[in-house]
């Protein structure tokens, strides 16, 4: 069974880099039916996507984050990674890394989600 | 990129049908055969219910369906169940493969 886990500090500061990585077990990371993404919750609010990975490094960003975002992805360890840029409280958020068809399809599988708190 | 638009809140009682929607645009859910749709507990990680606008992934009871008009989707969920009360998500591939959901709608089994 496919299982994703969340890791990285819960707390960054304002105009900080907030870095997450997502570890994939259960499967492959190099199935090239998949991409791997990213979505955040910020609290009480709505699913916001980030953006995708494939695992032949091919990358898809929400556009309206595009300019601060970069994922990347080491198959080799099976996972892959969240750099979020120049942070500011609009930030704070619940990340979830998932499992998403094609370059930027459903997201099939879940991982429980990590709190990042943005504050000084 | 703004969100695809979905009522804040529906409601239903035990054993009756509820019918959320999900408004997009002709770049989204117009263009594609693409909609998912995600139930989530508070506190939870939201579950995966339906894909390619009308399919169910294993295990997700019959008892929740999808459907398309334009750029408009459907989740309708029959018989309705007091664990059925939860947010819902829809989700849309859109374009220059980008994807969107929508701003969830809370639904309430009074």
């Known amino acids: 069974q496919l299982q994703l886990q969340e890791s990285g500090p819960g707390l960054a500061k304002p105009s900080e880099t907030l870095s997450l990585k997502c570890t994939v077990s259960g499967a492959s990371i190099s199935n090239s039916d998949y991409s791997w993404g990213w979505i955040r919750q910020s609290p009480g609010k709505g699913l916001e996507w980030i953006g995708t990975i494939h695992y032949s490094g091919t990358t898809h960003y929400n556009p309206s984050l595009k300019s601060r975002v970069a994922i990347s992805i080491d198959t080799s360890k099976s996972h892959f990674s969240l750099n979020l840029s120049s942070v500011t409280a609009a930030d704070t958020a619940v990340y979830y890394c998932?499992?998403?068809?094609?370059?930027?399809?459903?997201?099939?599988?879940w991982g429980q989600g990590l709190l990042v708190t943005v504050s000084s | 990129q703004s969100a695809l638009t979905q009522p804040p809140s529906a409601s239903g009682s035990p054993g009756q049908s509820v019918t959320i929607s999900c408004t997009g645009t002709?770049?989204?859910?117009?263009?594609?055969?693409?909609v998912s749709w995600y139930q989530q507990h508070p506190g939870k990680a939201p579950k995966f219910m339906i894909f390619d606008v009308t399919k169910r992934p294993s295990g997700v009871p019959d008892r929740f369906s999808g459907s398309k008009s334009g750029n408009t989707a459907f989740l309708t969920v029959s018989g309705l169940q007091t664990e059925d009360e939860a947010d819902y998500y829809c989700g849309s591939h859109a374009a220059s493969n980008t994807f969107i959901f929508g701003g969830g709608t809370k639904l309430t089994v009074l």
């Open positions: 002709s770049t989204d859910i117009g263009a594609y055969n693409y």
């Open positions: 998932g499992r998403q068809r094609g370059y930027a399809d459903y997201v099939g599988y």
